[in-house]
């Protein structure tokens, strides 16, 4: 009678030819530098430790608080991605700049091929 609840692979499972990129909730980036055209990728974790109050039996923990932001500067250079990051964070990011879905998806495939992006990664 135990209910055990089996661990899913993170995955981003892009289609080149509609464009479409989709991908899991635990899908994370590492520490990764980014430049594209003149596109600004900063990606910044922010941990917030939350502390039970006196003489409870609450525990300490640490929650995360990640902020993007993506700005359009030319002759910017690279921009730095820190560790632990929600991809869904970069996307909205891009997607919020209206950057295209075949770059993106170029974006995406730098970030794997440089190892920093910890999910299974399928292109069609």
């Given at each position: 009678?135990?209910?055990?609840?089996?661990?899913?692979?993170?995955?981003?499972?892009v289609d080149q030819?509609?464009?479409?990129?989709?991908?899991?909730?635990?899908?994370?980036?590492?520490?990764?530098?980014?430049?594209?055209?003149?596109?600004?990728?900063?990606?910044?974790?922010?941990?917030?430790?939350?502390?039970?109050?006196?003489?409870?039996?609450?525990?300490t923990i640490v929650?995360?608080?990640?902020?993007?932001s993506i700005t359009?500067?030319?002759?910017?250079?690279?921009?730095?991605?820190?560790?632990?990051?929600?991809?869904?964070?970069?996307?909205?990011?891009?997607?919020?700049?209206?950057?295209?879905?075949?770059?993106?998806?170029?974006?995406?495939?730098?970030?794997?091929?440089?190892?920093?992006?910890?999910?299974?990664?399928?292109?069609?």
């Amino acid at each position: 009678n135990l209910f055990v609840e089996p661990e899913t692979r993170a995955r981003v499972v892009v289609d080149q030819r509609s464009g479409t990129i989709v991908m899991g909730a635990d899908v994370r980036i590492s520490r990764v530098a980014v430049a594209q055209g003149s596109l600004t990728l900063r990606v910044e974790e922010t941990p917030v430790v939350v502390q039970p109050n006196p003489f409870s039996d609450g525990q300490t923990i640490v929650l995360p608080r990640t902020s993007a932001s993506i700005t359009p500067a030319p002759g910017t250079g690279m921009a730095e991605v820190d560790g632990s990051t929600n991809l869904s964070d970069v996307v909205s990011g891009l997607n919020a700049l209206g950057v295209a879905p075949h770059d993106m998806i170029d974006i995406l495939k730098s970030i794997n091929a440089a190892g920093a992006l910890h999910a299974e990664f399928l292109v069609h």
